[in-house]
């Protein structure tokens, strides 16, 4: 497993931007297929984004596409999602999670989770 650190979420109005990061200190992350779910109270935790420990191949929910874009820099041990157009129900926890295998839309894939950050989007 990694340990995987999320920061950069907050409150925005409708139609703004936000950066999330999630970070690890592991030297293997670099081999980690990594993707950003999301949840809010009393839903299943939703697949918004994922990418490939190369960062060769990303994906994107239906609801995001268009409007977010992840990224990752190994050598930072860091991958982002940039998350443009927000509408109120962007509004979620998010989560990072990591994975030896494939990066696919099923949380049960993934061993690795961070903590989650809170995103905010007002109307």
């Known amino acids: 497993q990694v340990q995987l650190v999320e920061s950069g979420g907050g409150l925005v109005q409708t139609g703004g931007s936000l950066g999330l990061s999630c970070a690890a200190s592991e030297h293997t992350f670099p081999r980690y297929d990594i993707a950003w779910f999301r949840q809010t109270p009393g839903e299943e935790r939703e697949f918004v984004a994922g990418?490939?420990?190369?960062?060769?191949?990303?994906h994107y929910s239906d609801r995001v596409k268009g409007r977010f874009a992840i990224s990752r820099d190994n050598a930072k041990r860091t991958v982002y999602l940039q998350m443009n157009s927000l509408k109120p129900d962007d509004t979620a926890v998010y989560y990072c999670?990591?994975?030896?295998?494939?990066?696919?839309?099923?949380?049960?894939?993934?061993?690795?989770w961070g903590q989650g950050t809170q995103v905010t989007v007002s109307s």
């Open positions: 990418i490939t420990w190369s960062g060769g191949r990303t």
């Open positions: 999670a990591g994975t030896l295998g494939l990066a696919d839309d099923y949380p049960e894939s993934y061993n690795s």
